[in-house]
């Protein structure tokens, strides 16, 4: 909406806020007084108030000016005061003489001012008071031009290319008329730059500035003034501009509306302006282009005609028609015409039209005379162009009967108007008509007949501009657009002032006919209306003018007048219907209005005060030079009388006004529509004044500007376009900004030259360009070569809304320079290889692939992938699989000496190694060539990966709890380990990877298993209530990415449901599994965990032995993007009384052996008793010997102990020799019956192969079976503290009678305790095999001790697999047992030989003899009381037994509450602390020592063989334990020898009780029988005679100190061969010539020495005890030296230093190092230390070379 239009809907209200009830302001306010009495300025002295200063003023010579000087007292005392009279004689008082002046009295003294000369005078006049003096000045100054305003003035802050303003007063305080005139610098203007002031008088100056830069501006202003403008002075103008800017804050992650307002003020226009937001800093700019049109109303008639028809004069017709306003805005709306005057009228001639409204309005006519009526009334919009509506009707009388005008003759009327017909009346038309002179159109529209040869068609009636046919009249402006067949001399008259009623002098009026007929002139004349011209009829003959008299005759004084008369002016012929042959020649009347006005106030009556709103623009639309531009005003009436105005067209002619004149009614509105054509593109203004109500106080002065517009377009970048390098085939767009500099619209369009346009091109390339719009082209660059381009390019622009075009000569064109360069590149990656190493099959992985540009042009590339697949894997098959390799964008642009990052994702969906070969082709779509759009296919770089599996293994196990006796290579058979490592290396099958992590997936109590693979994880078996069976993983990540593992229950699979969706039927398994799962027989701890790469965890499973039976539970080993195992728990619980035997399996398999041997080695089944009885077993071998029968009596399968006995929780070691004739399966199925347990049918399968047609492929060298545990020792039960270095030793393969040693160490991690330990053998076979040292012994806290095994392999080939048992119980707590252990032993020996005597009357007999033994009583208890178990002896104890368990009652808790009340009453045993089972499993191979030396002949020299060894153990199995040296006494019989008669008798009472308690005594009968069917102690079997020999030997005073310390067989020979060597010494020594008493020389003597002691050395080398002490010696320091390394006492890995020994004459004394002295190897002589060197030798000196 426009600004500054009121609202329809409040007009009261608008029209209040700017309602004029004064005079108009005029710049130049007229003076009320010629001369402006100054205001005096008083003062007070000492209580008298006086004028300052007296001043004269217009002045003349020769006259005498009087002023009065008044004094008054001001005091409340009476003031007396003196004065002198002025010194010169030019002014004048009254003689001087005493004043006395009461309070608040006032006198005053004439002063006379006579100038003899035309000058200024001063003088002063001096008052004297007892106080002091005060003088009043006296002056008389000549008149003079002086004019007042401030010295400087600030503007308000502007923006650029704004402007303010501000005001200030210029006054005129001198005596003259002064005139004056400024000089103001830009961008500063004063309003108005010259004028006149009266004296006294003031004017108001406007300070305008416009600033077009964001400076401070500081500048003077000069006023030049005077009579000739000879006075000067200066005012300073400081303004400060800024760019239009707005300030606000934007909160972190949040948004801030800033309100944007739009005020237009031209209808139609579109404005562009762009907005710059900048954040604080200045770090980015975002240009905010807002557009807006100003909308207007948009009104419309429903008709553009009004025919009345005829009627009958005295009658009137209403017609209705409809006016609407289709837009949002309201309009004024005004139809032109005076309804009072006019024979047509509308009831709402004026009005305001809402938004989207429509009313109906009622249009009369009511005509005067009998003629034709036509008027073309206009209505006028404001803000929109005027609408034009045609009135139309006939009158009739009795006498005259003109022709009906209807609707068709206004269209015939234009056509021939514009073929300048109308000029001729209808009877001339009709003659010329008849005559052919005229023709008829298709319309029936007169037109002259064709020319030969013919002419332009005929014309037809232009479209006219609503605007230009308004102003465009002949009358308002001197342009018309058709000549005006009746023309009026004057159009508007004022009366001026008529205040004689009856004097009002008529005013003349003079029409022209400019037709060829006679027309007649009939004017409407109200009776009622003032105002009337004579003659109202008149005829004017063809081409005259007739004069009129305007006759004004008001009716009353003091009042306003004005109409608009209005006049048919018609050609006569019309006057009635039959004059007019021809329809087509009708001509309607032409209507003749006149603004008549005049008022009857008298000269000092003030007129009606003017209330009105006044609506005017400000600038005039922009338009081109020498076009025209419109405006509308709106003169709103809100007063209550009516108001007259007019607009003086003489005081600015560049601007027409329509209409000038007029009034408005109260309430009503008068729209003025204005017209200029600016001349130039300079800006003029406009004044026009408004009169109103004919009173020249009440002008307004409506102010305008308007200025033409040329064509400015500014082209960014002074006209020059330039491109990056572009590649070759490709593109280059950028955009080029081109504004519209001006305030009006412009169309455009780009030439380019043919040549260049495959090279350039620019869209759009035509188009229209709104005012201050800068438009965003884009410019295309399209090289074809590789070269360098300067093109040139022109736009043409011109005017929007005129008819010209680009070539026309209105048009301006600007040229353009583009510049660009045509370039060629390559790509290359930053990495040409990129390797993202293992990733998890079916996951996701990104890398970014970084692609470089070093070239100087942007390039279009079109990736490529290529996909290989290496690995174990069918090649056809991995060829169809997708790529495994995706790109997130195969096509991109990479800019110049840039780079572009490409993100690939990589999926494997196998576990196989990709390789992904990228590469790229340059994109040329623009190529001149199509078939080159795009290039060669280039290697860009490569992407390498490996898919992998999420890998778990189990690396270590061991037992605790009932399974703590099971060895870890047995618990490796138990769970299948073996097994479980290779199906979890191997891939999961589609159906495994359903649901790739734990998930809940059924309602079923026993979940579906999606796996195909299903293990055993066997516990074992243990009586009811034991401990539980506790087996503990050691779990390890074997892979290369993290893994996630789960154990998960069936219930863990199952979702839970609602209680009544579940099944309640089960069946037996799924019962069995509820009962497992409710009572937890079986746990997992954690059930799961995350392990990274490398990564170890220990997983805790535990069976409680709660329920005799089989215990079974599926358990699914679920791994996350990998493998599931269905793992079936199962677990075992007998009676603690039953005799059970664990079989795992019912098939075993042997260690292939090959055909032909002549010693196959002996190979081990073990049994495994879980239960808590001894089991004795016994194997049928009638099948044995059935093969062996089948088999021409060879021994295939042999089994060397059929019988024995297996002890509570060990395992027994069945050995087997098979030995195959024929390179294929043996199978035997073989009973092994359990004594009073249940007995169980075994398959030994056994494989023999021909080593010579297998060769390198048989597994001869194989130790163990296929299942082996790795060498980990890391797991460690809970609550461990000792832990060995290692818990598996394989020797691998080893010779028959050959002797290896290993080093174990034994650990105590504890800080604070010691730990004591004791191997244990298991078998007494093993016993005689493995020998270690020390058997048992006590690690110090944080300290370990080294443990040597030795293997002494027997002379038969077998397989060994000897479990050695570390058992580890902490000191402390042994202690605490041993103690309390001998407390309750002595209490129990106490309470079995005490007894109570209850007779009262023994016999003196008694008593004597109970008075001997007192004695002897006292001396035993006096020892008894140094036990501690007699300390107690106040208190009775509670009896000793042996708890046993009662028959289990109905529940555990019921159980135990028994057994605690039992244990109460009775004093318990002791119980032994926890120990710990260290496990190390020892495990070999012996071989033959031909087969040895065949397949490991270079191992051979790595073993001591014993040479002795097999007779030695032939001797041991004939000899016998023999004691050596005297009778042996036992040091207890020594003391019971020397103990009284009294002692002796309490010894023989205590045995006496003990032993008839014994024969008493169920249990002991018991524990006898079972310690009887116990085989021997396991150390029973080192007994020999030799070993009792060999300690009398050391017994003995001379035996030798330098005996071997090692008991080991192998170093000891047999006493014959012993014996047999020392004669043979004694005989070589008896027999050299110095036994025989001969004396050779001393030559002779000194040779037969040395070659006696050769011969003596190689004898002793020959010796096996030699070779033995040897071995011994070698073995021993190599075992020191490990050990000092373990402690750290020597580092092994230093570099080796030389030792200078002393020289060798200092070693005279010492024997040399010998065998048997082996620590003389590393001792060197003398006290002193010892000299180190690195590097050389010392002369003289042997050295040694030690590495420590």
């Known amino acids: 909406m426009p600004g500054g239009l009121p609202s329809a809907d409040s007009s009261q209200r608008l029209g209040c806020s700017s309602i004029r009830q004064e005079e108009p302001m005029s710049p130049l306010r007229p003076p009320e007084r010629s001369v402006r009495k100054a205001k005096e300025k008083k003062g007070t002295f000492w209580g008298t108030e006086v004028t300052e200063a007296l001043h004269w003023h217009g002045w003349e010579l020769g006259k005498e000016f009087t002023k009065h000087l008044s004094l008054k007292n001001v005091h409340v005392k009476t003031q007396k005061l003196s004065y002198r009279p002025p010194a010169t004689r030019f002014f004048i008082t009254v003689f001087p003489q005493p004043i006395v002046l009461s309070p608040g009295m006032s006198l005053t003294l004439p002063i006379i001012f006579r100038p003899l000369e035309k000058k200024e005078y001063e003088d002063s006049i001096c008052f004297e008071k007892p106080e002091g003096e005060f003088s009043v000045a006296l002056r008389a100054t000549l008149p003079r031009h002086k004019l007042l305003f401030p010295e400087a003035i600030q503007l308000p802050l502007c923006a650029v290319h704004d402007f303010s303003e501000a005001s200030f007063p210029l006054c005129n305080v001198g005596d003259l008329i002064t005139l004056f005139n400024w000089e103001t610098p830009s961008p500063f203007h004063l309003t108005p730059v010259s004028g006149m002031l009266e004296p006294g008088s003031e004017c108001v100056m406007k300070v305008t500035v416009q600033p077009q830069m964001a400076l401070v501006y500081d500048a003077l202003a000069v006023c030049w003034f005077g009579d000739n403008e000879e006075q000067k002075r200066t005012i300073k103008l400081r303004a400060i501009a800024k760019y239009p800017h707005l300030l606000a804050i934007v909160p972190a992650n949040g948004k801030l509306l800033i309100s944007v307002r739009f005020s237009p003020q031209t209808v139609g226009v579109q404005s562009v302006d762009y907005f710059t937001l900048e954040p604080v800093g200045n770090l980015t700019q975002t240009v905010l282009k807002v557009i807006g049109s100003c909308k207007g109303p948009l009104v419309s008639l429903q008709h553009s005609l009004v025919n009345f028809g005829w009627l009958s004069l005295g009658e009137s017709v209403t017609q209705p028609l409809e006016i609407s306003n289709v837009s949002d805005v309201p309009a004024y709306y005004q139809f032109d015409i005076d309804g009072g005057e006019s024979v047509f009228s509308f009831d709402r001639p004026c009005g305001v039209l809402s938004g989207m409204a429509t009313i109906i309005l009622r249009v009369t006519f009511r005509p005067t005379h009998p003629i034709v009526c036509y008027r073309r009334v206009v209505c006028l919009v404001h803000h929109q162009n005027p609408l034009f509506l045609d009135l139309f009707g006939t009158c009739h009388s009795d006498t005259t009967k003109p022709a009906i005008l209807r609707p068709r003759h206004l269209l015939w009327y234009r056509t021939n108007m514009a073929r300048g017909l109308t000029f001729y009346p209808p009877d001339i038309l009709s003659s010329m008509l008849r005559e052919g002179k005229l023709q008829m159109d298709e319309n029936r529209a007169l037109k002259l007949p064709p020319q030969v040869p013919e002419d332009k068609p005929p014309e037809e009636y232009p479209y006219i501009d609503p605007m ?224 109103l109500n004919s009173y020249p106080k009440y002008t307004q002065e409506i102010s305008l500007r308007s200025s033409g517009e040329s064509l400015l377009l500014l082209l960014e970048g002074d006209g020059n376009l330039y491109f990056k390098p572009t590649c070759v085939g490709t593109s280059t767009t950028r955009t080029y900004t081109i504004k519209n500099c001006t305030r009006l619209p412009m169309q455009f369009k780009w030439k380019i030259q043919e040549s260049d346009r495959k090279v350039l091109s620019v869209k759009p390339a035509t188009g229209v360009i709104q005012p201050n719009e800068a438009l965003a082209q884009a410019w295309t660059f399209t090289p074809g070569e590789e070269t360098k381009y300067l093109l040139r390019s022109w736009v043409s622009v011109w005017r929007a809304q005129g008819s010209s075009g680009p070539e026309s000569p209105e048009s301006t064109r600007y040229t353009l320079r583009v510049i660009g360069e045509g370039a060629l590149g390559t790509i290359r990656a930053q990495e040409e290889q990129r390797d993202l190493g293992n990733i998890l099959v079916g996951s996701l992985q990104s890398c970014d692939l970084v692609l470089l540009n070093n070239g100087t042009c942007s390039l279009n590339y079109i990736l490529h992938v290529e996909q290989i697949i290496t690995g174990p894997c069918d090649p056809e098959e991995v060829l169809s699989d997708p790529l495994a390799l995706q790109l997130d964008h195969y096509k991109g642009m990479i800019p110049a000496r840039s780079k572009a990052i490409v993100q690939a994702t990589v999926s494997p969906a196998r576990q196989l190694h990709y390789t992904w070969s990228i590469s790229y082709t340059i994109s040329t779509p623009k190529a001149l060539d199509p078939a080159n759009a795009v290039g060669e296919q280039q290697a860009l770089c490569c992407v390498v990966a490996t898919g992998v599996y999420p890998s778990v293994c189990v690396t270590d196990v061991c037992a605790a709890g009932s399974a703590r006796g099971i060895s870890k290579l047995h618990l490796w058979r138990l769970f299948a380990l073996e097994t479980l490592n290779q199906y979890l290396e191997r891939d999961p099958t589609s159906a495994e990877l359903t649901y790739r992590v734990p998930t809940r997936h059924s309602v079923c109590p026993v979940p579906p298993v999606h796996t195909p693979v299903l293990l055993d994880f066997n516990f074992g078996a243990a009586p009811i209530e034991a401990e539980p069976s506790v087996v503990i993983l050691m779990l390890e990540n074997n892979g290369v990415v993290p893994v996630e593992w789960a154990f998960l229950f069936p219930s863990d699979q199952k979702i839970d449901v609602e209680h ?128 062996q029968e089948e088999n021409f009596q060879h021994p295939v399968f042999v089994c060397l102990n059929p019988r024995g006995e297996t002890l509570p929780g060990m395992t027994s070691h069945i050995e087997w020799v098979f030995s195959p004739l024929e390179a294929r399966t043996y199978s035997v199925d073989v009973p092994i019956h359990i004594l009073e347990g249940d007995s169980a049918l075994i398959t030994f399968q056994g494989i023999g192969y021909d080593p010579h047609i297998m060769g390198e492929t048989a597994q001869f060298n194989q130790v163990l079976s296929p299942s082996v545990t790795p ?32 080093l174990v160490f034994l650990n105590n991690a504890s800080e604070s305790e010691a730990v004591i330990f004791a191997w244990h053998v298991g078998t007494s076979n093993a016993s005689e095999m493995l020998q270690i040292v020390p058997e048992m012994g006590v690690v110090q806290p944080g300290e370990s001790t080294h443990c040597i095994i030795t293997l002494q392999a027997s002379g038969n080939a077998c397989f060994y697999n000897v479990d050695l048992v570390c058992e580890v119980v902490m000191q402390q707590p042994l202690a ?249 010494c004694e005989m070589s020594l008896v027999t050299s010539p110095r036994a025989a008493g001969e004396e050779p020389p001393d030559s002779l003597r000194d040779i037969l020495h040395q070659e006696q002691l050769r011969e003596e050395k190689e004898t002793i080398t020959r010796l096996p005890a030699f070779g033995n002490l040897l071995e011994l010696v070698l073995e021993n320091t190599l075992q020191n030296i490990m050990v000092e390394a373990s402690r750290g006492e020597v580092v092994l890995t230093a570099r080796p230093r030389v030792i200078a020994l002393p020289p060798s004459s200092a070693q005279r004394g010492i024997s040399p190092a010998t065998p048997g002295h082996p620590a003389s190897l590393l001792r060197t002589a003398g006290p002193g230390p010892s000299l180190l060197t690195e590097g050389k030798e010392t002369k003289g000196y042997p050295q040694i070379v030690l590495s420590t």
């Open 468 to 691: 230009t046919e308004y102003f465009h009249d002949g009358i308002t402006s001197d342009l018309t657009i058709f000549p005006p067949h009746v023309s009026v001399s004057v159009r508007e008259f004022d009366f001026g002032c008529c205040v004689r009623l009856q004097e009002v002098e008529p005013l003349p009026l003079c029409l022209t006919n400019h037709t060829k007929g006679k027309i007649t002139v009939a004017w409407i004349c109200r009776p009622e209306s003032p105002f009337r011209v004579t003659p109202e009829t008149c005829d004017i003959p063809p081409l005259k003018s007739t004069a009129f008299r305007l006759v004004f005759q008001p009716s009353q004084r003091n009042t306003l007048y004005a109409a608009e008369l209005e006049g048919f002016a018609f050609y006569k012929v019309l006057r009635h219907y039959s004059n007019i042959e021809e329809d087509s020649t009708m001509c309607p009347s032409w209507c003749l209005t006149i603004r008549l006005r005049g008022h009857t106030f008298e000269a000092d009556r003030q007129h009606f005060i003017p209330h009105y709103v006044l609506d005017s623009p400000k600038v005039f639309p922009a338009v081109g030079p020498n076009t025209n531009t419109y405006r509308s005003v709106l003169l709103w009436n809100v007063g209550t009388s009516p108001i007259t105005f007019c607009m003086n067209q003489d005081t600015c002619p560049s601007v027409l006004v329509k209409p000038c004149s007029g009034y408005v009614a109260p309430g009503a509105h008068q729209i003025f529509l204005l017209s200029t054509q600016p001349a130039d593109m300079a800006t003029h203004q406009h004044i026009l004044s408004l009169q």
């Open 1271 to 1302: 060498g980990s020792s890391k797991l460690t039960v809970p609550g461990q503290t000792a832990f060995l270095s290692q818990h598996r030793i394989c020797l691998g393969n080893i010779p028959v009678y050959s002797k290896s040693s290993r």
């Open 1376 to 1624: 605490k047992y041993e103690k309390a252990l001998q407390e309750w032993e002595a209490e129990k020996q106490r309470q079995t030989v005490e007894f109570t005597i209850t007779e009262q009357d023994l016999g003196a007999e008694t008593n004597l003899k109970q008075h001997a033994r007192s004695s002897a009583d006292s001396s035993a208890e006096e020892k008894l009381t140094k036990s501690p178990a007699v300390t107690r002896q106040c208190k009775t104890l509670p009896p000793i037994k042996n708890l046993l368990a009662p028959n289990p009652p109905v529940s555990r808790s019921q159980r135990r509450h028994l057994m605690d009340k039992e244990a109460s009453r009775l004093w318990a045993k002791p119980e032994p602390p926890k120990s710990h089972l260290l496990h190390l499993g020892v495990t070999a191979r012996s071989h033959s020592m031909d087969d040895f030396l065949s397949n490991f002949c270079s191992e051979l020299p790595k073993f001591f063989l014993c040479r002795h060894l097999q007779q030695t153990a032939g001797d041991k199995a004939v000899d016998k334990r023999k004691d050596e040296g005297g009778v042996r006494t036992d040091p207890v019989l020594l003391v019971l020898a020397g103990s009284s008669e009294q002692e002796m008798q309490v010894v023989t009472d205590l045995l006496t009780a003990v032993i008839r308690g014994l024969l008493e005594d169920t249990q002991f009968h018991q524990a006898v029988s079972r310690s009887l069917a116990e085989p021997m102690p396991y150390f029973h079997q080192f007994w020999t005679a030799e070993s009792a020999k060999h300690q009398g030997r050391k017994r003995s005073p001379g035996g030798s100190s330098r005996a071997s310390p090692s008991p080991a067989p192998c170093a000891k020979d047999k006493p014959g061969e012993e014996e047999e060597r020392q004669e043979e």
């Open 1060 to 1187: 009544w969706a579940e099944n309640t039927e089960f069946n037996p398994s799924e019962l069995h599994q509820m009962r497992v799962q409710d009572n937890q027989l079986f746990s997992v701890s954690p059930k799961s965990g995350r392990l990274f790469p490398g990564q170890e965890q220990t997983v805790l499973l535990s069976h409680r032995h709660d329920f005799i039976g089989t215990d079974r539970l599926p358990v699914l080993l679920k791994v996350s993007h990998g493998r599931e195992i269905l793992l079936n728990f199962i677990g075992v619980t007998v009676e603690r009384e039953q005799r059970y035997v664990h079989f795992t399996s019912t098939k075993h398999v042997f260690t292939p052996i090959a055909i032909g041997s002549s010693s196959p080695p002996k190979q081990i089944y073990e049994l495994y008793n879980g239960g808590s009885m001894a089991v004795a077993y016994e194997i049928q071998l009638d099948s044995v010997m059935k093969i």
